[in-house]
């Protein structure tokens, strides 16, 4: 959709390209001399030859072997075999630097918030979301922390023996965010690792790299030098390198199971690895003959086309019965229909340009298979074409012998099915890869209750009458299958990235005179029953 740096209001306007030519390392913002790579908005604007065009954002580091052996020299000294300043710190003092972080990360809100819509593409209420969930998160997880360090404050005995079990960090973390959700769901994985006294290797997705620039300056000012460090470029020249090191301890990743895959294989100590993985889904709706049909078509839209259906917690196929599938599609098609296609900062815009240049030729590649093997493109705009975008195409009647039954497509194109037995699409389910979550529509408690006993064991959430989705994000969130490896949630990332490790002493008069005298100078940073306010 074109458009002209005049219809832009000023404050979301690109005054001046970011050249991130300074990356963090060791504890130094250094200059990066070497190769660029120029960052693109889809979004496209008037260029000097008066084309319209991608619109230039700004360029980044190019790095390769070299860069990406330094960023892990750094970590692996700071780290220094569990000795290091960070691991060892107090939890109190993590906390404070982690507080440090956060309140120099908002103020940068307005320049991330900007960058999210033009980096993206996603629209204006939902790049505000994000990063003030991402600073409710940073500030629950410090939160859960406190409770944590608190219930760890004590000693148990049992057998003759007293226990101080704390939790510790597991080492050098390799952190790779996704592109959809750049700042929340990669701070879900670096935040947790960091304040649990890991050291972190961070490398940002392909999309969505500006928008990191303003907070270098807060990792730098926050933590000890080498905690975090912040690589550019390609994975396979960056990160492939430092796992062939063997020397990580931590694969955190959210993406696709095939990059995790290829990730791990490069480790020479798979075993050895720990893995934080939240990876793909096609997360089902199953809409019964009792559902409430407008409440389901509301859902239905929220689930399967928020930002464009580029979520792994999309709605990815939808099941309707046969007795009320017509109704429901010419509701749901008309809904989809309406929906308003434009720039991020509009109004009243729910579907926005698609980053990846390559993807409305997959989408239609979609559609064509399915149309090729009996299905319908069943709204008046469904595949409608622009530079950047595909209109939304609702296909029905999808079967198993279409690519977009079995991929998860990841952008504006949803495949619906009709059953006349529930048993069609639980056995669907359970015959998939994946298992994160399903949306399950329906009123009769006597049908929804052995529906969702079983559900329970085929996925990890069972959303009720509504769109599935990650948050609240003190809640699990996790997959079975490909979709997820850990869990991650504010409670239980601060355990995905830690190990339970205690001092164990036999009750006897000469050790409990050494832990009183522990306890009582305070000279131990692990032994310790300070209460944290």
């Not at 329970?456 to 959303?463: A, H, I, Q, T």
């Amino acid at each position: 959709m074109p458009t002209t740096q005049v219809a832009i209001p000023e404050k979301y306007q690109i005054q001046e390209l970011i050249k991130q030519n300074t990356y963090l390392v060791n504890g130094e913002l250094k200059e990066w001399k070497g190769e660029m790579t120029d960052v693109f908005s889809s979004i496209r604007t008037e260029n000097d030859k008066g084309e319209f065009a991608p619109t230039l954002l700004g360029s980044i580091p190019r790095m390769q072997e070299e860069a990406a052996q330094e960023a892990l020299s750094a970590a692996r000294k700071a780290y220094d075999k569990g000795k290091g300043v960070w691991p060892t710190m107090k939890v109190a003092e993590r906390i404070t630097a982690m507080e440090t972080f956060v309140e120099i990360m908002k103020t940068k809100r307005e320049e991330v918030v900007k960058y999210l819509m033009w980096e993206i593409g996603k629209n204006l209420p939902d790049s505000e979301k994000e990063f003030d969930r991402t600073v409710e998160y940073i500030y629950d997880t410090i939160e859960d922390y406190k409770q944590m360090d608190r219930d760890s404050a004590k000693f148990h005995k049992n057998s003759g023996v007293y226990a101080h079990i704390r939790r510790g960090p597991l080492g050098v973390v390799l952190c790779l965010g996704p592109y959809n959700y750049p700042l929340n769901e990669t701070f879900a994985l670096l935040i947790p690792a960091i304040i649990m006294g890991n050291v972190c290797i961070f490398k940002p997705a392909k999309h969505g790299v500006l928008l990191l620039s303003p907070l270098l300056e807060a990792f730098h000012k926050a933590f000890p030098k080498g905690v975090v460090n912040i690589v550019y470029g390609r994975g396979r020249e960056v990160a492939a390198p430092i796992m062939q090191s063997g020397r990580i301890d931590v694969l955190a990743l959210i993406g696709n199971s095939k990059s995790a895959i290829a990730l791990q294989d490069q480790h020479p100590n798979k075993n050895r690895l720990r893995l934080v993985l939240g990876l793909e889904a096609k997360n089902p709706a199953i809409i019964l003959p009792d559902a409430d049909l407008d409440l389901a078509v509301d859902e239905c839209i929220a689930g399967t086309l928020s930002f464009n259906g580029q979520r792994c917690t999309a709605l990815k196929i939808v099941y309707v019965h046969d007795e009320i599938k017509d109704a429901f599609l010419q509701k749901y098609a008309a809904a989809v229909d309406a929906l308003k296609f434009g720039n991020p900062w509009e109004d009243g815009v729910k579907l926005t340009p698609l980053p990846e240049p390559g993807k409305p030729d997959y989408i239609q590649e979609l559609i064509d298979d399915a149309v090729s093997k009996g299905a319908k493109v069943i709204n008046k705009k469904g595949g409608e074409v622009s530079e950047n975008f595909i209109f939304p195409a609702v296909l029905f009647p999808v079967n198993k012998e279409m690519r977009v039954y079995h991929e998860e497509q990841f952008g504006p194109v949803v495949p619906v099915l009709s059953f006349s037995d529930i048993e069609e699409p639980i056995n669907d389910i359970a015959d998939s890869s994946y298992g994160q979550q399903v949306s399950l529509f329906g009123k009769d408690v006597y049908s929804l209750a052995p529906l969702i006993d079983n559900l329970v064991n085929l996925v990890c959430r069972v959303n009720l009458n509504s769109s599935c989705q990650r948050g609240p994000d003190v809640y699990p969130f996790t997959g079975r299958k490909d979709s997820a490896v850990s869990t991650l949630s504010v409670h239980d990332a601060l355990r995905s990235f830690s190990i339970r490790t205690f001092v164990a002493s036999k009750d006897n008069e000469h050790n409990n005179e050494i832990l009183a005298k522990l306890l009582a100078t305070k000279v131990s940073n692990f032994v310790s029953t300070d209460y944290i306010l």
